[in-house]
């Protein structure tokens, strides 16, 4: 067993600045003369600093958000968002990298060196790695709200991910399902719908139609991205790995999601929906078109909450190469405290990799800072060829960590 014993994390979330509007009237309360301007700029910092094998390291992570609307003179509003990512994470290749060693052609393994779009993981040697730094463009559009919703053209998420839910968590930068930040760079385990990364696209979002408090509000969205090449902070398209490794590129990604949410008395309720599918217009062999599904849910009852979902991919590869996650958390707040359990659970049957992560943890939440502290434990088993047959390697990880946050 692995040990990884943190000895500081912090999160600093600060410097939310909104200027002025450029006209003196509140855009929230626009009285149909002349226009009115809002800017708004975010930038949220977080860290974790952990000691791994006797070796200290520190992980970061920047989140800088831009915004500028416009309303008209007949109410309509516009503008534009430019926003950017960077991180020091663990050395994996984006979210993926290697898991374990299945030669292609031997025993059940893949017929040619392969990486799984949706996991992003491969099984050849040598594994990949690389600094665990890296920065991308995660929003760069032009949007524009219409009577019935919002038009978004550019970089962007994809209508899969604009409404998911799931359940809480106690903490920003560690997660079971998908955390920013893994130190131990095993964890392989995420329910959020990549299907066309930040790529430039086009987007609908409507607006909420029906009311929670009696039949519900159910909101739709639908997207369409020509093609996928970006390789980003959490997601990557594409790889260099050793030698020639077969990884799909979609093209004509159509995404389309919904949110539907209702009250029932001291109950809320959430539902979400995603769904991907692609063209294939790849000359490589076994490449295929992708095809992508999740679901989730929360709930809360009055201090009580939870949540969970569920994410299925082909991965964009022929035959039994599938990836599927699983996440579930339940929490507790009580006044200015919230503590969460989690867990999630991958399967990836193109590098006969699985897995599954536990955390718990509790943090404190006040008029400017946060402070928490946690353990996570995570499981994997990945392949490994010995003596012409395919066996199994099983590792594992746990972390304690503490957190702590800022925000201005």
């Known amino acids: 067993m692995k040990w990884t014993i943190s000895a500081i994390s912090f999160a600093a979330v600060s410097s939310l600045f909104t200027a002025p509007p450029t006209f003196s009237q509140d855009t929230h309360s626009y009285n149909g003369s002349g226009s009115a301007a809002e800017t708004l700029f975010e930038i949220d910092m977080a860290g974790l600093a952990f ?6 390291e520190l992980l970061a992570d920047l989140d800088a958000r831009f915004r500028y609307e416009n309303i008209t003179d ?46 992003g993981l491969q099984a050849q040697a040598p594994a990949e790695r690389d600094s665990g730094v890296r920065a991308a463009v995660t929003e760069a559009f032009l949007f524009l709200h219409s009577g019935w919703g919002e038009w978004r053209i550019g970089y962007g998420d994809g209508a899969a991910r604009l409404d ?20 131990a760079g095993v964890n392989h385990a995420r329910t959020e719908n990549y299907a066309s990364g930040q790529a430039p696209k086009l987007v609908f979002r409507s607006i909420a139609l029906g009311q929670r408090s009696t039949i519900g509000s159910f909101r739709a969205s639908a997207s369409i991205t020509p093609e996928v090449g970006d390789c ?10 050793p030698g020639p490794v077969r990884s799909p590129e979609p093209d004509w990604v159509v995404e389309l999601g919904g949110l539907y949410e209702v009250d029932r008395g001291p109950q809320e309720w959430a539902f979400s929906i995603g769904w991907a599918r692609s063209e294939n217009e790849s000359p490589i062999a076994g490449v295929d078109r992708l095809e992508s599904l999740d679901l989730g849910v929360s709930w809360r009852r009055g201090n009580w909450l939870a949540g969970s979902r569920w994410l299925t991919s082909n991965n964009a590869i022929n035959g039994d190469a599938g990836y599927q996650a699983y996440s579930a958390s339940v929490g507790y707040e009580a006044g200015p405290w919230m503590t969460s ?23 404190w939440l006040g008029d400017s800072w946060l402070l928490g502290v946690g353990l996570q434990q995570v499981e994997r088993e990945v392949a490994q060829f010995l003596a012409g047959s395919r066996s199994s390697e099983a590792t594992d990880s746990t972390v304690v960590f503490l957190e702590a946050s800022w925000r201005h």
């Open 51 to 56: 000691a791994i094998e006797g070796e200290a």
């Open 164 to 183: 998911e839910v799931g359940g809480p968590s106690a903490f920003r930068t560690i997660r079971a399902d998908g955390g920013r930040l893994d130190p």
């Open 232 to 241: 980003g902070v959490d997601f990557c398209a594409f790889g260099d790995g």
């Open 74 to 119: 007949n109410g309509r509003r516009y503008g534009f968002v430019l926003a950017g990512r960077a991180e020091r994470d663990s050395d994996r290749i984006a979210f993926g990298g290697n898991a374990g060693f299945c030669p292609a052609g031997q025993a059940d393994c893949p017929d040619q060196p392969s990486r799984g779009y949706t996991s």
């Open 341 to 363: 359990l989690e867990w999630a659970a991958f399967s990836d049957d193109l590098v006969h990799a699985d897995g599954h992560t536990w955390q718990v943890g509790t943090s």
